[in-house]
């Protein structure tokens, strides 16, 4: 089964958290530069004019399609290199995905989102999937 982790993180928290999913050995993923507010509905910023609302913070996205084997270890790192005990620490969404296609080779499922030596190759290496195969890393 592959599982999307849809990540909304601190814009000043996405290096360390791309470092700590490099780690774990994530490969694929994407990033969004997003807006969006949650339960403080914003923040109250002080200028010289006086105090004006910020109702839409710029936030990161990220995505992530990978097997369910991996999905707590990735969430507990996305957890530990996101977080500042703050508010507007941001949020993880999980869902099921249906299929995922590489277009080049027609691979489907876990085959079309694993690539060499990353974190689902390394779980199912002399398993089902043998390393190495015809997979790219691009
Ligand atoms: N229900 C929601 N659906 C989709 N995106 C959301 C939702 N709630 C919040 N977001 C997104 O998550 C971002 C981060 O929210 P935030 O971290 O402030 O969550 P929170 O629930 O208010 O938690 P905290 O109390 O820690 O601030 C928001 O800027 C918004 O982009
Ligand atoms: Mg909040």
């Not at 500042?84 to 995922?100: C, P, R, S």
Request: glycine residues 12%; hydrophobic residues 35%.
């Amino acid at each position: 089964m592959l599982k999307k982790i849809e990540a909304i993180i601190r814009e000043d928290k996405l290096n360390d958290v791309k470092e700590a999913l490099r780690e774990i050995g994530i490969v694929g993923l994407n990033v969004f530069e997003i807006r969006g507010h949650g339960r403080q509905g914003g923040i109250t910023l002080v200028g010289r004019s006086g105090s004006y609302q910020v109702d839409m913070l710029t936030k990161i996205q990220l995505n992530i399609i990978l097997s369910e084997h991996n999905l707590e270890e990735t969430i507990e790192t996305i957890l530990n290199s996101a977080a500042t005990g703050e508010t507007g620490d941001g949020l993880i969404f999980v869902y099921a995905v249906e299929e995922a296609i590489r277009i080049r080779t027609r691979q489907r499922g876990q085959e079309a989102v694993m690539y060499p030596g990353d974190i689902d190759e390394r779980k199912h290496r002399g398993k089902t999937y043998a390393p190495g195969g015809d997979v790219d890393s691009r």
